[in-house]
C-alpha cells in the first residue's frame, strides 16, 4: 500500500506493515460509531430526555 497527497496527487511513501494493519480495526471502529450515532438519532426528544410525552423539559417548555 502506498500514502498519496495533494492536488495533483504525489506519491509520499510506502505504508508500514503495522499502518496497514490498522486500516481494518479503524474503519470498523468508524462503523460501530455510525452505528451508535443512527441509534441515538432515531431517538425522539422525550427518549432522549428520558422523558414520557406529557412531561415537561428540563427549560420548562411542555414536549408534544
Known sequence: MQVWAGNPAKFLRQLKEEEAAFIPKSADSYAELA??????????????????????????????
Open 35 to 64: 452505528s451508535i450515532h443512527a441509534k441515538e438519532h432515531s431517538k425522539s426528544v422525550e427518549e432522549l430526555l428520558g422523558q414520557s410525552p406529557s412531561e415537561e423539559s428540563a427549560a420548562g417548555v411542555a414536549v408534544q
